[in-house]
């Protein structure tokens, strides 16, 4: 069972949100760049986490939701004529629709076949848009405006304000998808991913329950889509390339899946360590690769799930033993 207010996940959701916040607040221009780039990349592996570590389905297409988003909020704005408050609602549902026909077409495809049918519609996506003139080609779509919120006395064009605004939508999104995960419907997912066969046996509705998971990570990855958008002021088709999937898919691994904050973490640490290595070496995705493959070799529950034992095992060590004496090394002392 999935609890959204577990000491350890509760403290390190605090500990990333709050950063980032403080990050937000005194940081230069280019840290708020990168807290940007990360609260985007964060609402994304969390999308990848709803399917991945809560319903055991591992996709490689996640840029073609981040990217649906992006796109049809550029669309409509820039195309359009559309004002952002209008296009963003619709940005969303665009990619839920995305999700949930992607959700409908794989709902018989299972482990590797998923996985690749969801990369197979995301590169056709790229080239769709790569080659549609309408769309900007190669070139994009520019001049993609932010939200005007100046009636709430908020200004999204100065870069220091629109970082917190990134990171506080991200903790919204953590917060409402940990409520969405601790519901009937999380449960279920939870118990389609470890015995699916018992799931369909109760008669509850496997394929339903798959879709609907598929619509709603769509719709969340669309989210992160129009925060590109915003961010960049400029989309283009490298949103939908295989690449910019498998920088989400390892950010959520690193973190570790099933946790919902672990792909937070995961994105925080990827973003500064792309950053970091890209300074000296041009080859930063050879580093990210060989991240990812640690990640996985150490275990395949990531940072957060290393923490997660570590954590259960001093408190096994410290709890109380025969007579109040706490118990070290599994034996009690009196």
């Given at each position: 069972m999935f609890r959204l207010f577990d000491p350890l996940r509760t403290a390190l959701a605090l500990l990333l949100f709050g950063a980032g916040v403080l990050r937000a607040l005194t940081g230069d221009v280019f840290a708020l760049e990168i807290l940007a780039e990360t609260a985007v990349f964060a609402i994304a592996a969390m999308a990848f986490d709803l399917l991945a570590?809560?319903?055991?389905?591992?996709?490689?297409?996640?840029?073609?939701?981040?990217?649906?988003?992006?796109?049809?909020?550029?669309?409509?704005?820039?195309l359009g004529g559309l004002p952002p408050a209008a296009a963003a609602p619709a940005a969303v549902l665009g990619?839920?629709?995305?999700?949930?026909?992607?959700?409908?077409?794989?709902?018989?495809?299972?482990?590797?076949?998923?996985?690749?049918?969801?990369?197979?519609?995301?590169?056709?996506?790229?080239?769709?848009?790569?080659?549609?003139?309408?769309?900007?080609?190669?070139d994009g779509l520019t001049g993609?405006?932010?939200?005007?919120?100046?009636?709430?006395?908020?200004?999204?064009?100065?870069?220091?304000?629109?970082a917190l605004a990134a990171v506080l939508l991200a903790a919204l999104v953590y917060l409402l998808l940990g409520r969405l995960l601790a519901s009937a419907f999380g449960r279920t997912l939870l118990a389609i991913g470890a015995?699916?066969?018992?799931?369909?046996?109760?008669?509850?509705?496997v394929a339903r329950h798959r879709v609907a998971a598929a619509a709603l990570s769509g719709a969340v990855a669309g989210l992160a889509?129009?925060?590109?958008?915003?961010?960049?002021?400029?989309?283009?088709?490298?949103?939908?390339?295989?690449?910019?999937?498998g920088e989400v898919l390892t950010m959520a691994l690193v973190g570790g899946v099933g946790s919902l904050v672990g792909?937070?973490?995961?994105?925080?640490?990827?973003?500064?360590?792309?950053?970091?290595?890209?300074?000296?070496?041009?080859?930063?995705?050879?580093?990210?690769?060989?991240?990812?493959?640690?990640?996985v070799w150490a275990g395949g529950d990531g940072i957060y799930g290393r923490i997660a034992r570590a954590a259960r095992?001093?408190?096994?060590?410290?709890?109380?033993?025969?007579?109040?004496?706490?118990?070290?090394?599994?034996?009690?002392s009196a």
């Open positions: 570590g809560f319903s055991r389905l591992v996709s490689m297409g996640h840029g073609l939701f981040v990217g649906t988003g992006a796109y049809v909020y550029a669309g409509l704005t820039v990619a839920g629709v995305a999700g949930l026909l992607v959700g409908l077409a794989t709902v018989r495809t299972r482990d590797v076949f998923f996985l690749m049918a969801t990369l197979a519609f995301g590169q056709m996506a790229h080239v769709f848009v790569l080659r549609s003139p309408a769309l900007g080609g190669d993609v405006p932010r939200p005007d919120l100046s009636a709430l006395g908020v200004d999204l064009s100065d870069g220091r304000t629109f015995d699916e066969g018992r799931v369909r046996a109760l008669g509850i509705g889509g129009v925060l590109a958008a915003c961010h960049a002021m400029y989309v283009s088709p490298g949103l939908f390339h295989w690449t910019f999937s792909p937070v973490l995961g994105a925080a640490l990827v973003v500064e360590l792309k950053y970091a290595v890209a300074a000296w070496t041009a080859h930063w995705g050879a580093v990210l690769g060989l991240f990812l493959v640690a990640a095992a001093l408190r096994r060590r410290l709890r109380p033993g025969p007579g109040g004496a706490h118990v070290r090394d599994g034996a009690g």
